[in-house]
């Protein structure tokens, strides 16, 4: 009796939406239908991919698996415990993924807008809910849409500094990014065979010779994309896409610079890091600079204290001062340190004493890891724990000298590390202290 | 997959087994803040950012159907050149938003030691090319009607 009386009124209120983008009539554009959902879909299927795939290289490489002090997120569990650690070649191999990662993902915004566009009329869909499934489905939307939202958000106000949220950026946007993917996947699996049918529909060669004047609106579809009252078109299809590309297009050809470097950086109009800041030998992009990381004028009595791993019977701490750390063996090595944030300084001449010969003179053993301190006072990335395999590269230096002049503060004088393929933060600045730890000891 | 079966409906569970382990530590530390920031994201798209775009279309384009002779300059519809460099223009801004409106000032300054001056009149300027190419473009097809309108007699070009 009582099933019967709510299930009438269920079907009551199916049958009545509310008025405004709750009724199929409110929806007037001639483009909306699946064929044109499927194609921005079939764009951002492997775009999110690889911006996913990118985005867990570049958890990894800042090896948070090898010490606690260098993961962000202590608590990722089933998500990253499993990562393996990072390598020191290639040299580029940071800078490649983390310039596609950021430049990739300002390119698929313009995609991500126009494909919630063409699927609006499905947040109002009436009634809200069929059936349990339909009901679990929506929800999942939620957490696609919120999640795709909250990436690109998150992604985009960090790579300007605009830390305008009350949370750690690397949690929500590392933690975000599997909530996202957890529902891009079964949406993935849900919808696909329906992008695939979708798109045989229509051929886009064809639909890319079709002017204003030809432009029809699709099939009315089983998933009420197609508006029932559509409006004469005002652009066409190609149109519509081709001021999609062009938006890509613009903040691609407006930032890719930053991530080059070099002659290419003055093309990054808009990009955080498209200034040119000159070219004397240290005139490259600076990140954190020596007055915003409380670093004082840095005299004759600074010494650099390495300490070797406790067990070994020889000497196992010493310090050295710079004129000292000068007159050891050199080593020279061209690397680009690229940041987080997608840009790089470009290819620089790097020049210091190598990371491996340090290693030696405190007795340390070859699978040492080793943990670098900065006098910097305050703030993150203060110290970093580097591999054996990443103290042990050829060009993994304590960097004296950079371009053939002395570092500059900005730049980490008295000395900074430059391991190839590191993240920028990592490579420390105005280096304090250098413990040798093996393999077995505890890591801070 | 079916998207009702049974399956769909163990895929979609499955997924909230993901998405729940992420989210427990995604909202730890701050769960009412990040919790706003990620329903707030997708509400301020649906309900803000699309009603306002495209509310602004609608209402152009409902003017230029009242007024028909607003909506061509010598029988070429002008409507898409202005849309196009619109769109392009706001979607820089609304990605660079935070540098273009000087918001970061003090961070940007200490990470780089650089001033956030210049973003506003660098996408002024590339706004400004954006809307002049498009209007050039616009010329270009007055003209071809123009010339072809002298010895054939005018006639109508769909916009692209």
């Not at chain 1, 009386?5 to 269920?10: I, K």
């Not at chain 1, 999640?147 to 300007?160: K, R, Y």
């Not at chain 1, 054996?388 to 053939?404: T, W």
Request: with cysteine; hydrophobic share 50%.
């Amino acid at each position: 009796m009582t099933m019967t009386v709510l299930r009438r009124w269920a079907r009551r209120v199916a049958e009545h939406p509310p008025p405004g983008p709750f009724r199929a009539g409110f929806w007037r554009s001639p483009l909306r239908g699946p064929w044109f959902t499927a194609l921005l879909g079939a764009a951002l299927l492997p775009g999110i991919t690889l911006m996913f795939l990118t985005g867990l290289a570049s958890y990894a490489a800042y090896n948070p698996n090898l010490a606690t002090g260098n993961d962000t997120t202590p608590d990722k569990g089933l998500l990253g415990s499993w990562l393996p650690t990072w390598p020191a070649s290639p040299s580029w191999l940071y800078w490649v993924i983390q310039g596609v990662h950021v430049t990739l993902g300002l390119v698929l915004i313009p995609i991500v807008l126009a494909k919630l566009w063409s699927v609006l009329p499905k947040l109002f869909e009436w009634p809200p809910a069929r059936s349990i499934t339909h009901l679990l489905e929506r929800a999942s939307l939620l957490l696609l849409v919120g999640g795709a939202v909250f990436e690109l958000v998150t992604g985009v106000m960090n790579i300007q500094y605009f830390y305008a949220w009350p949370f750690s950026f690397y949690q929500a946007h590392y933690y975000g990014a599997w909530v996202f993917m957890s529902a891009f996947v079964v949406h993935v699996g849900l919808r696909l065979p329906r992008m695939v049918s979708a798109l045989r529909t229509r051929s886009l060669r064809s639909e890319l010779r079709t002017p204003l004047s030809a432009t029809t609106p699709e099939e009315p579809d089983p998933d009420h994309l197609v508006s029932p009252d559509p409006a004469p078109p005002t652009i066409s299809r190609r149109g519509a896409l081709g001021m999609v590309t062009a938006s890509s297009l613009a903040l691609f050809g407006l930032s890719v610079g930053q991530t080059i470097g070099g002659p290419a950086r003055s093309t990054a109009l808009l990009a955080p890091r498209g200034q040119d800041v000159g070219d004397g030998p240290a005139d490259f992009q600076v990140n954190k600079t020596a007055a915003a990381a409380g670093i004082g004028p840095v005299d004759e009595s600074w010494r650099l204290e390495l300490i070797g791993p406790a067990t070994t019977a020889v000497t196992s701490a010493m310090s050295l001062s710079r004129a000292q750390l000068l007159a050891l063996p050199q080593h020279t090595a061209r690397l680009s340190i690229a940041c987080v944030q997608g840009w790089s300084t470009g290819v620089q001449t790097w020049t210091g004493v190598r990371l491996a010969d340090r290693a030696g003179l405190v007795g340390s053993p070859s699978d040492a890891r080793l943990f670098v301190e900065s006098l910097q006072r305050g703030g993150g990335f203060g110290s970093a724990t580097l591999s054996a395999g990443q103290v042990g590269a050829r060009d993994a230096l304590l960097a004296l000298r950079v371009n053939g002049a002395d570092l500059t503060a900005d730049h980490g004088f008295p000395a900074r590390v430059v391991v190839p393929a590191l993240p920028g933060v990592h490579n420390t600045k105005w280096v304090t202290r250098m413990t040798f730890l093996p393999a077995s000891e505890a890591l801070p | 997959m079916s998207r009702h079966g049974p399956v769909a409906l163990l895929a979609l569970l499955a997924s909230f087994v993901v998405a729940g382990y992420a989210g427990v530590r995604l909202l730890s530390g701050n769960p009412v803040g990040v919790g706003a920031w990620f329903v707030g994201s997708a509400v301020v798209h649906d309900l803000v950012l699309f009603p306002l775009y495209a509310g602004v279309d609608a209402a152009l384009v409902a003017l230029l159907r009242r007024r028909p002779a607003l909506a061509t300059v010598a029988g070429v519809p002008w409507l898409n050149h202005l849309r196009v460099p619109a769109v392009v223009s706001g979607v820089l801004l609304l990605v660079w938003s935070p540098l273009i409106l000087r918001l970061p000032t003090a961070t940007y300054l200490d990470a780089s030691g650089l001033s956030v001056q210049p973003f506003l009149p660098r996408w002024l300027a590339v706004t400004a090319v954006l809307f002049a190419i498009s209007a050039a473009t616009l010329a270009v097809r007055v003209a071809r009607i123009r010339q072809s309108a002298v010895p054939r007699g005018a006639g109508q070009r769909g916009a692209s």
